[in-house]
């Protein structure tokens, strides 16, 4: 799933194309990913575009009228077409990943939006702002905002009962944090996934905080300038324990297992993170 730093690169691209450019039309080949049925996509036909901007894990485009939102999911993504290149001709973000629709400018240049999986996992809505989508009004403190502060994390981990990794990919606690990074986190501030957040002291709160700030900020710096078909190759490789079981531990050596319960979906190092 497009995680913050991914979208927060995605979305400045797109910002940089189409700031103060019409909307030709917005095509959906699949309706089922429309949520709000009420709000036509042709609303935006004509619009010009007024800025773009990264909402946790969703992406708005603003315009002179209605916002659209667009929510990936787990496998969801834009690919970039520009004016004087046919559509098919343009590099996939996966082999798998088929075309559902496309938001096309004056000129022809469009952002194809694209899904890998093997079910839907898309959301466009059409609304007057963006915290008209439930889970964009939802959505807690951002962590790559500059604002965002030890104060914060406490107040989202203090006397929660719930294990840290659970906490971590909660959008209404923590805006933009899934699965991957939540693993590269904890496993950076050597904290046991499944500890629950009311356990930890005033320390390990500190570090899991420094932790949240190193990993997605760095993340988002490596990622600036790379292709948007790229980013998620990209984030994939940088991994240290996300995706890696069996493998050495970058810090100890020993060796990345699955967190248990998780069906391989997810990784830690038995050792760092006791």
Known sequence: ??????????????????????????????????KTRARPLSELAGRTIAGV????????????????????????????????????????????????????????????????????SFGLSVVDAAAEVPAVAGLGPDPLDDAFALADLEGVVIGRRKQLKAVL???ESLAGIGNAYSDEILHVARLAP?????????????????????????????RLGLPID????????????????????????GLVADIPGSKGAAQYCPVCQE
């Open 1 to 34: 799933m497009p995680e913050s730093p991914e979208v927060e690169v995605l979305a400045r691209f797109v910002d940089e194309r189409t700031h103060g450019r019409r909307i030709r039309g917005v095509e959906l080949d699949e309706f089922r990913a429309l």
């Open 53 to 120: 901007r990264r909402y946790g894990k969703h992406l708005a485009v603003a315009t002179d009228g209605p916002v659209l939102v667009v929510s990936f999911g787990r496998a969801g993504w834009l690919r970039h077409v520009a004016p004087d290149a046919a559509p098919d001709s343009a590099p996939e973000t996966s082999a798998a990943a088929a075309p559902l629709g496309a938001l096309t400018l004056d000129d022809g240049e469009a952002f194809v939006l694209t899904d890998a999986g093997s079910w839907l």
């Open 169 to 171: 990919q909660e959008q």
């Open 194 to 222: 499944l500890l629950h957040a009311s356990a930890l002291d005033a320390g390990e709160r500190a570090r899991l905080f420094a932790a949240i700030r190193e990993v997605l900020t760095g993340a988002l710096a490596d």
């Open 230 to 253: 790229g980013l998620k190759a990209a984030k994939v490789a940088s991994m240290r324990v996300h995706g890696r079981t069996g493998e050495p531990c970058p810090v100890c050596g």
